[in-house]
């Protein structure tokens, strides 16, 4: 409504026409409506859940940072990049050890800290 009003104000003496004066104020308060609206809009884009769910997590790969021992007699670490931001959790795995360095696929999820791996 503000486009419309003060389009109106501003164009009362110029446009002699109340109809015409009437019709121009509305075409300019749709236009402020639709730029208002695209705002909002793009504003809302941006707020994006980027919290980290660990069941995201599930057959992605990931970099093993610390070994990570053999038939889950231990626990390791992995580094898995999720939505642009890389974490670091436990891993174990039912296979062979598996050495820092290796790339390893997540398979399982253990608890909210730990997943089951194995190599790729």
């Known amino acids: 409504m503000l486009g419309f009003s ?3 104000i501003s ?3 110029t446009i002699s ?3 015409l004066l009437i019709l121009f104020s509305l075409v300019i308060g749709a ?3 639709f730029f208002f609206f695209g705002i ?3 504003v809302q884009k ?3 859940d980027n919290s980290f769910k660990i069941n995201s997590t599930l057959f992605k790969s990931a970099d093993v940072y610390l070994t990570i021992p053999a038939g889950k007699s231990g626990k390791g670490k992995i580094m898995i ?3 642009g931001s890389v974490h670091e ?3 174990m795995t039912e296979y062979e050890r598996i050495p820092s360095g290796a790339i390893v696929k997540v398979t399982e999820i253990e608890n909210n800290t730990t997943v089951l791996v194995e190599p790729i």
């Open 6 to 8: 003060w389009a109106g």
């Open 11 to 13: 164009f009362y003496t």
């Open 17 to 19: 026409s109340k109809p």
């Open 31 to 33: 236009v402020f409506l």
């Open 40 to 42: 909002i809009n793009v």
């Open 46 to 48: 941006l707020a994006e």
């Open 81 to 83: 990049s999720i939505n």
């Open 89 to 91: 959790l436990d891993a």
